[in-house]
């Protein structure tokens, strides 16, 4: 679809410029008449400087919008246009005027945001479409951006526990780097001159120097970026997966942090779409697909079976969902079944597994941090004994 920058002006003279998709000039022109501002001068911008991905923050600040306007009396296509124009994501841009334009023919919405599942989640099409049935798609869109919202600050809180590691070791790799190619290629000069036999370590570090220094390094350099990448698409193939998967519920300390993501996720995308009026089985449905990890995502799907045969969601967690069968999970549902209010207990789960998840984070980065210092110190250590145990020798032997 063409996408354009325009500049124009509004009854009151003042100058406006931005940029817009649309099928045509002439359709340009419509729309920015629909905003009182008069076309003056068009032209079409090259789409290849905008990156075609749309972060979560887009997606929450679109929702909330649409549902402030819609809370505000505008219909759903003129919201549509309205969101169209103030975002600054072109590529969401792109498809917001899709969307619109699917609307105006006469669409619901979820039906146009399905057109796009890359972008919009099964949940978000679920719970727009539960909207519009219900009647209340303003509420529906705002719950669907808190939850969308308490996501992306517990992805933050995640994030932020493990950068204070990352730093170190990010340091670890810098004093190390330094000290084989500042300091070591010193003493490499200093050992030459003396003519003395050197001890196997300061030969070895000696000789990782050189190679450090010498072209040898480019191509190490390149495969080890090849080793990454490859790395990266065999753990997002669909043959390693599933076995990447399952090992990585086997890790001590990792496990456990996955397995509770899982339920933080399911939990809360359940709560949310039973608040919005969506029966318990599809419910069930739209959230399984939402779960990364495949093993635990199967054992989600075999739940879901067993609550479409008629057993109670606390029932076929215990006795069909092998990786949820937590007894702190299977008997806060049961108490939320029993007590006819399911979804707020589902959103009481969500949060006592968000804090779960965040005192495993910080109790790791307490002992990642002490360890990361300790391998620091005796690199250093290695490198000031390989370097100057030869020149101790030396002064012994004169």
């Not at 819609?70 to 124009?85: I, T």
């Not at 103030?86 to 039906?111: C, D, F, P, R």
């Not at 003493?187 to 010498?214: A, D």
Request: proline share 5%; glycine share 6%.
């Amino acid at each position: 679809m063409p996408y354009y920058t325009w500049r124009g002006v509004d009854i009151t003279a003042r100058v406006h410029k931005g940029a817009s998709f649309a099928r045509s000039p002439q359709e340009l022109e419509q729309l920015l008449f629909s905003r009182h501002i008069a076309l003056l001068a068009q032209q079409p911008a090259l789409r290849f400087l905008y990156r075609r991905s749309i972060p979560l923050r887009s997606k929450i600040a679109l929702f909330k919008q649409l549902s402030t306007l819609l809370q505000a009396g505008l219909l759903v296509p003129k919201a549509l246009q309205v969101v169209m124009m103030q975002g600054e994501n072109v590529y969401l841009k792109e498809i917001m005027y899709a969307i619109y334009a699917e609307v105006q023919e006469g669409h619901s919405l979820a039906q146009a945001l399905q057109k796009y599942p890359e972008v919009f989640s099964p949940v978000m099409i679920r719970m727009a479409a539960v909207g519009e049935q219900t009647g209340s798609l303003a509420p529906a869109l705002s719950a669907l951006a808190d939850y969308l919202d308490s996501l992306n600050t517990f992805a933050k809180k995640i994030k932020a526990a493990l950068f204070l590691p990352l730093i170190t070791l990010g340091f670890f790799a810098c004093i190390a780097s330094i000290m084989l190619l500042v300091i070591v290629p010193k003493f490499y000069e200093l050992f030459q001159g003396l003519g003395q036999t050197i001890p196997t370590t300061t030969q070895w570090l000696l000789t990782m120097s050189t190679i450090m220094r010498s072209w040898w390094m480019l191509p190490i350099s390149i495969g080890t970026v090849v080793m990454i990448f490859g790395a990266l698409r065999a753990i997002k193939s669909a043959k390693t997966k599933p076995w990447l998967d399952a090992n990585m519920l086997r890790l001590p300390f990792i496990g456990p942090i996955v397995r509770d993501m899982a339920i933080v996720h399911s939990t809360h995308s359940l709560a949310m779409l039973l608040d919005g009026g969506m029966h318990l089985v599809p419910a069930l449905m739209v959230t399984a697909p939402i779960i990364g990890n495949i093993p635990m995502r199967t054992s989600f799907e075999n739940v879901v079976n067993a609550v479409s045969a008629g057993a109670p969601l606390h029932t076929a967690l215990e006795f069909y969902g092998e990786q949820f069968s937590q007894q702190e999970l299977i008997s806060l549902i049961a108490v939320g079944h029993e007590t006819g209010n399911l979804g707020a207990m589902l959103a009481q789960i969500s949060r006592i597994f968000q804090e779960k998840i965040e005192r495993q984070l910080h109790i790791i980065t307490l002992l990642i941090q002490p360890l990361l210092m300790l391998i620091l110190g005796g690199l250093i250590m290695f490198v000031l004994v390989a370097l100057y145990a030869p020149l101790f020798t030396m002064g012994h032997a004169i």
